[in-house]
């Protein structure tokens, strides 16, 4: 089981130049399944953002490559210009706001495991129903579903051992 060397290269101009005009979200990510990290450059269209979130999996390293905008992490504001290297904790509220010429920024993180799909988990078995539980004597229904005889006549029940 080999790690991938295949070399992910890129310069940030090329990048640019090759996104469709107006083209925002990941111009770039690494690829591979036998990777440790994940990185992304993301481009965020002017004004785009500025929504509050919360990443709890893993801390995210983020640096500005072009563009400004502001940064909101656990409500304390930075504005943004290239060359801005932050670390942004996971469980901290964090907003990213573009300014009027839009941002590009890399992130890198510790790479999560995909989702998967686990198999439910077994239903809680019905209780058991005691509508069978009717004398065959005076047609009166048990009311305990683990009856023997009938609370109205005292017949032993249909389908249920005498005694115990």
């Not at 080999?2 to 130049?17: C, S, W």
């Not at 036998?34 to 995210?60: F, I, K, M, W, Y």
């Not at 060359?83 to 010429?101: D, I, S, T």
Request: net charge positive; charged share 15%; with cysteine.
């Amino acid at each position: 089981m080999g790690v991938e060397h295949t070399p992910q290269t890129a310069t940030v101009a090329g990048l640019l130049a090759a996104a469709a005009e107006g083209q925002g979200g990941a111009l770039w990510r690494l690829r591979g399944a036998d990777r440790q990290l994940d990185a992304n450059v993301v481009r965020h269209l002017p004004g785009a953002g500025g929504a509050l979130s919360t990443e709890d999996a893993v801390d995210v390293m983020m640096v500005v490559l072009s563009g400004t905008g502001i940064l909101t992490l656990d409500g304390a504001q930075s504005h943004l210009a290239p060359g801005f290297l932050a670390l942004l904790p996971r469980g901290a509220a964090r907003a990213l706001l573009a300014g009027p010429k839009g941002l590009v920024v890399l992130t890198v993180h510790r790479r999560r495991r995909g989702m998967s799909i686990a198999p439910a988990a077994p239903a809680a078995p019905p209780p058991p129903c005691a509508l069978h539980l009717v004398c065959a004597r005076c047609h009166r229904h048990a009311i305990e579903v683990d009856a023997r005889y009938c609370s109205g006549c005292g017949a032993r029940l249909a389908g249920r051992p005498a005694g115990g």
